[in-house]
């Protein structure tokens, strides 16, 4: 049996990853603060720990845990949030992953270390050089990109200095249910409160549609983040990313079919981000070279089950 040890088990991915690596006969540890409202109820026999990764009681836990693979996933994740607290994504990010990582080094060096980057990394590229390749240049463009960069860096230290196994996974838009806090997951959390306002001409207010994103269902990242800790190479990055890019207009134009209310959709200034990739989308090629992965769940039946469980939660 395989023991694992994850980070931001609470959040989106991990609350996944915990119920796929539960399913498939692992020994699953959790360490992260859990954040009101995400909901996460682990299976029986999962052993969480409350704990800021930023804390030194992580030595100890990371000790007793002996973990055989590593999830890093824990962070502050949002870009919006990063620009109105850039200090406190900086101090979770990079110093919460310095901190495990010299943890795990110092107790259970023969482990692999799966850290979960971000597409931010990249910033903008003209659309004629997209998708973009894992060797691309590297300009984030917010506070949350510029920390995930640094965090790249932080592990590639402890690869080649300290030798350990640290496998990058620069991850793209991943959706599906139980999402929060990006563009899907407010879609649908307004047009389930508009369904349960019953109004017969519903407005909602977006900001911009035209952006393209290359979205992949949550259960495919998982399965990504699998394949890495398996077969992934130390200091090397991997995209995880759907195949091809879709505008956000046809994202907001397949959830409207699914919704029991007439929506009349204007414009709003004030929901632009002061900064916003036109489109991200990358280059898969790397990591399906590992293996059987394929960003494989269809798109419509990610956004009909994301709607779904915001119905009935």
Known sequence: MTRVLITGAGGFIGQHLVRRLVEDGSEVWTVGIQEEGTGAVFADGV?????????????????????????????????????????????????????????????????????????????????????????????????????????ESVA?????????????????????????????????????????????????KVGNLESKRAFVDVRDTVRALLLLAEKGQSGEAYNISGSRPVAIVEILQTLLKYVNVQVDVSKDVDLLRPADEPVIWGDNTKIRALGDWEADILLDQTLREALEWRRNN
């Not at 806090?181 to 019953?198: H, K, Q």
Request: proline fraction near 6%; include cysteine; charge should be negative.
């Open 156 to 204: 590639r230290m402890f690869a080649e200095v300290h030798g350990l196994r640290c496998v990058l996974a620069r991850i793209f838009n991943t959706i599906g249910p139980g999402k929060q806090g990006d563009v899907v997951g407010d879609f649908c959390n307004r047009l389930v409160a508009l369904e349960s306002d019953g109004g017969e001409h519903a407005k909602l």
């Open 47 to 151: 052993r969480s720990i409350e704990l800021d990764i930023r804390s030194e009681e992580l030595h100890g836990v990371i000790a007793d845990a002996s973990p055989d693979v590593v999830f890093h996933l824990a962070a502050q994740s949002y870009p919006m949030k990063s620009w109105e607290f850039p200090q406190m994504t900086i101090d979770a990010n990079i110093f919460g992953t310095h901190n495990l990582l010299a943890a795990v080094q110092s107790s259970t060096p023969d482990a692999a270390v799966v850290l979960a980057s971000s597409s931010a990394v990249y910033g903008v590229f003209p659309e004629e050089s997209l998708p973009v390749k894992e060797e691309s240049s590297l300009v984030p463009l917010h506070p949350y990109g510029v920390t995930k960069l640094a965090t």
